[in-house]
């Protein structure tokens, strides 16, 4: 670079001294203004070329590649696909909705140790959510509401296999004392004091179950009544719900199962129906009475 413009200036020098040379001068002269000043060369369009980035210490990231590592961060490790850990408490064999001769063994079990303050159902409904909820709890497991193997073989192995009157007791309170109206002919006698339902044949009693009424704002009638009508896969019109095995008294108010009554307790209320929570019991009692047959409420 020296040397070029060492020989520009002598170019111009001798150029002084001789006119003739002017051109060559003049080219000689933009040679050495170019080099001095460090012009960018300019694309064909005219427009300035962007100027050149250093060059990247590391690779950019990509969908099949991790980045390289760089000296102010360390490349992170790919991270491993998730695997499902299996349940430590084992597999699920109750939980909420599931019906049958195995839940009512779990209610009766739970009963037996103080976990489950009612009889039996055979529906796993939120209050046998809440018991297995508490049995988990004092036995230090997952409080999941759910019967798993583990949460079952722990309960196996605290209680004793149930009676059949542990399994299928008549009422969960003491019956009452029967109204003097249903010491004769067939009747359904029902206690709302006691809240239980007896079914009588002159005097003598068939069958007890637990049932419930409606509210303060739709109370079940209290008197004396008739069977009128039978309707084993009812549905009511008015409120659009399964009444199963519905035996109507008075307007639209029935004994009848519920599914409702089975799964909360005595949490809820009817619409003024008398619902009952053993459909094995009303089932039964169902195919017994006749249209005709008294039906007598009583405190």
């Known amino acids: 670079m020296t040397h070029r413009t060492g020989h520009g200036a002598g170019t111009i020098g001798r150029t002084a001294r001789h006119p003739g040379g002017a051109a060559v001068a003049a080219v000689a002269l933009l040679a050495l203004t170019v080099t001095t000043a460090g012009c960018k060369a300019q694309p064909a369009n005219g427009s300035p070329a962007a100027t050149?980035?250093?060059p990247k210490t590391s690779a950019p990231a990509t969908d099949d590649a991790k980045p390289a590592a760089t000296a102010s961060k360390p490349a992170a490790s790919p991270t491993p696909s998730a695997t499902p850990k299996p349940d430590p408490q084992g597999k699920t064999l109750?939980?909420?909705?599931?019906?049958?001769?195995?839940?009512?063994?779990?209610?009766?079990?739970?009963?037996?140790?103080?976990?489950?303050?009612?009889?039996?159902?055979?529906?796993?409904?939120?209050?046998?959510?809440?018991?297995?909820?508490?049995?988990?709890?004092?036995?230090?497991?997952?409080?999941?509401?759910?019967?798993?193997?583990?949460?079952?073989?722990?309960?196996?192995?605290?209680?004793?296999?149930?009676?059949?009157?542990?399994?299928?007791?008549?009422?969960?309170?003491?019956?009452?004392?029967?109204?003097?109206?249903?010491?004769?002919?067939?009747?359904?006698?029902?206690?709302?004091?006691?809240?239980?339902?007896?079914?009588?044949?002159?005097?003598?009693?068939?069958?007890?179950?637990?049932?419930?009424?409606?509210?303060?704002?739709?109370?079940?009638?209290?008197?004396t009544f008739s069977i009128y009508w039978k309707s084993r896969h009812h549905v009511s019109t008015i409120y659009h719900t399964a009444m199963p095995y519905a035996m109507f008294f008075s307007g639209g108010q029935a004994v009848h199962y519920s599914a409702d009554f089975a799964a909360r307790g005595y949490s809820g209320a009817s619409h003024g129906c008398v619902n009952v929570r053993d459909e094995g019991k009303i089932a039964a009692l169902f195919d017994q009475v006749r249209t005709g047959d008294k039906v007598v409420i009583y405190w």
């Open 52 to 54: 050149s980035s250093p």
């Open 94 to 223: 109750m939980a909420t909705g599931s019906q049958g001769k195995q839940v009512r063994d779990l209610q009766a079990r739970l009963r037996q140790i103080g976990h489950f303050g009612r009889t039996p159902t055979g529906y796993y409904g939120t209050l046998t959510v809440a018991a297995v909820q508490s049995f988990q709890g004092k036995r230090g497991l997952s409080r999941t509401g759910r019967t798993d193997t583990l949460t079952w073989q722990k309960l196996l192995a605290m209680t004793r296999k149930p009676t059949a009157a542990e399994l299928n007791p008549p009422t969960s309170r003491p019956v009452a004392k029967p109204d003097k109206r249903c010491l004769t002919g067939r009747v359904l006698c029902i206690s709302k004091n006691s809240r239980t339902l007896s079914w009588m044949i002159d005097g003598q009693v068939v069958s007890t179950m637990d049932v419930r009424f409606g509210s303060q704002y739709t109370p079940t009638r209290e008197g």
